[in-house]
């Protein structure tokens, strides 16, 4: 079984940064694109940033300038450094990843468990 495991959230003042990190494991044979999404409160679950492979990223627009998506190929795990954070920040953030398990398998669409983004003002 796949799955995604989220790390790093947690309460920080506004101007602060923050690094999420969140790894694959299970059966993997290969992880086309990830990404970070996140839920405020009341709010529909929103795009954040996401990367290929190759290492093509994608940025809403509320967060370029301040967010940084990277990931490390060899150890299935894709990060999240937020700098500048302001209050609107405040969410759940969860990672997704297009994982295929085995080589007969397709791609399936696999999401983490979010952690607990809280900026304070």
């Known amino acids: 079984q796949v799955q995604l495991v989220e790390s790093g959230g947690g309460l920080v003042q506004a101007g602060g940064s923050l690094r999420l990190s969140c790894a694959a494991s299970?059966?993997?044979?290969?992880?086309?694109?990830m990404g970070w999404y996140r839920q405020a409160p009341g709010k529909q679950r929103e795009l954040v940033a996401t990367?290929?492979?190759?290492?093509?990223?994608n940025y809403a627009d509320s967060v370029k300038g301040r967010f940084t998506i990277s990931r490390d190929n060899a150890k299935n795990t894709v990060y999240l450094q937020m700098n500048s954070l302001k209050s609107e920040d405040t969410a759940v953030y969860y990672c997704n990843g297009q994982i295929r398990p085995r080589i007969q398998d397709g791609y399936l669409e696999v999401w983490g468990q979010g952690t607990l983004v809280t900026v304070s003002s």
């Open positions: 299970g059966s993997i044979f290969s992880i086309n694109a």
């Open positions: 990367i290929t492979y190759g290492g093509n990223t």
